[in-house]
């Protein structure tokens, strides 16, 4: 492939998926005019027509969609392996993108990581809090940290944390008022704390002898982080549903009260998932060995 095609596509590339000649050239480091000039000059060369312009936005055509989703793969590919061999070197090194949730991020994430980073100072970590199911591939990031039920099967993952247990738990107060639910179906009598995913608001689920069910509550809050819904909880807002260990403390000092314990069986954890054609490098490969969940 001539030099001048390679260059262009990157740019092709970077215009189409921010959307944005401003931002793609601040990321490619040219001016606008230089950068537009290179996509016309490459649509001139291959005689189509690969994005849409106009004055507030910028979009890939049909022709510029397609180009996108069967060279763009390739092409990260390549950039993936130089930046593997430029990591080859006595100390690794590099730049890992992870999107995860605040929960796995403060008890997993951060105290295994700790030591990694102390260990090996050329290795930079960046976390991106997210509850939404990112596609990471899309997105750009070398990894992800799901729940075991949420993983795709086309990536590989693997387990950093024990399993997880989420229940539901409310304030005496707030049942000195109300009766407990004796099942889940009782919950929309409740008042209950909802969770905000980027895909709706979540269902909570529930699984008893084989039997599973999702229930959809309602209430006069919801939030999309869940130190948010442990804090209204313990305002007595209403009923929450979290992960145990982290409500751990108060149902110990009785700020809390479990209901609902025969419905909330444990379930697998947190794993950190990459695809499967990602090629490992150095600081990767450290980074799985030290948040891999050992039991």
């Given at each position: 492939?001539?030099?001048?095609?390679?260059?262009?596509?990157?740019?092709?590339?970077?215009?189409?998926r921010?959307?944005?000649?401003?931002?793609?050239?601040r990321?490619?480091?040219?001016s606008?005019?230089?950068?537009?000039?290179?996509?016309?000059?490459?649509?001139?060369?291959?005689?189509?027509?690969?994005?849409?312009?106009?004055?507030?936005?910028?979009?890939p055509?049909?022709?510029?969609?397609?180009?996108l989703?069967?060279?763009?793969?390739?092409?990260?590919?390549?950039?993936?392996e130089?930046?593997?061999?430029?990591?080859?070197?006595?100390?690794?090194?590099?730049?890992?993108?992870?999107?995860?949730?605040d929960?796995?991020?403060?008890t997993?994430?951060?105290?295994?990581?700790?030591?990694?980073?102390?260990?090996?100072?050329?290795?930079?970590?960046?976390?991106?809090?997210?509850?939404?199911?990112?596609?990471?591939?899309a997105?750009?990031?070398?990894?992800?940290?799901?729940?075991?039920?949420?993983?795709?099967?086309?990536?590989?993952?693997?387990?950093?944390?024990?399993?997880?247990?989420?229940?539901?738990?409310?304030?005496?107060?707030?049942?000195?008022?109300?009766?407990?639910?004796?099942?889940?179906?009782?919950?929309?009598?409740?008042?209950?704390i909802?969770?905000?995913?980027s895909?709706g608001v979540?269902?909570?689920?529930?699984?008893?002898?084989?039997?599973?069910?999702?229930?959809?509550?309602?209430?006069?809050?919801c939030?999309?982080?869940v130190?948010?819904?442990?804090?209204?909880a313990?305002?007595?807002?209403?009923?929450a549903?979290?992960?145990?260990?982290?409500?751990?403390?108060?149902?110990?000092?009785?700020?809390?009260k479990?209901?609902?314990?025969?419905?909330?069986?444990?379930?697998?954890?947190?794993h950190?998932?990459?695809?499967?054609?990602?090629?490992?490098?150095?600081?990767?490969?450290?980074?799985?060995?030290?948040?891999?969940?050992?039991?």
């Amino acid at each position: 492939m001539p030099r001048d095609d390679m260059s262009d596509l990157l740019s092709f590339l970077a215009v189409a998926r921010d959307r944005s000649f401003t931002k793609a050239a601040r990321r490619l480091g040219v001016s606008q005019s230089a950068l537009s000039h290179t996509l016309r000059r490459l649509e001139a060369r291959l005689g189509l027509r690969l994005l849409t312009r106009t004055t507030r936005s910028v979009s890939p055509t049909t022709t510029g969609e397609r180009l996108l989703r069967t060279v763009g793969p390739r092409l990260d590919e390549v950039h993936a392996e130089l930046v593997a061999l430029t990591e080859l070197r006595d100390k690794p090194a590099g730049t890992i993108r992870i999107t995860t949730s605040d929960h796995a991020a403060n008890t997993i994430l951060m105290p295994k990581l700790a030591r990694l980073l102390r260990d090996y100072p050329d290795i930079k970590i960046e976390i991106d809090i997210d509850y939404g199911l990112t596609d990471i591939v899309a997105e750009r990031y070398d990894a992800g940290v799901r729940l075991g039920e949420q993983l795709a099967k086309d990536m590989i993952a693997v387990p950093i944390g024990p399993p997880v247990r989420l229940v539901v738990v409310a304030t005496p107060a707030y049942f000195a008022k109300r009766p407990a639910p004796k099942k889940p179906q009782d919950l929309t009598g409740h008042s209950c704390i909802n969770l905000r995913l980027s895909g709706g608001v979540y269902a909570w689920e529930f699984a008893k002898r084989g039997r599973e069910l999702r229930v959809r509550v309602d209430g006069q809050l919801c939030v999309n982080g869940v130190d948010e819904i442990i804090s209204a909880a313990r305002a007595g807002i209403g009923l929450a549903f979290v992960p145990q260990d982290l409500v751990e403390p108060y149902l110990a000092n009785g700020q809390l009260k479990l209901v609902l314990e025969d419905w909330c069986p444990p379930f697998p954890g947190f794993h950190l998932y990459y695809p499967s054609r990602k090629q490992s490098s150095p600081a990767f490969s450290l980074l799985v060995d030290a948040l891999r969940y050992r039991g």
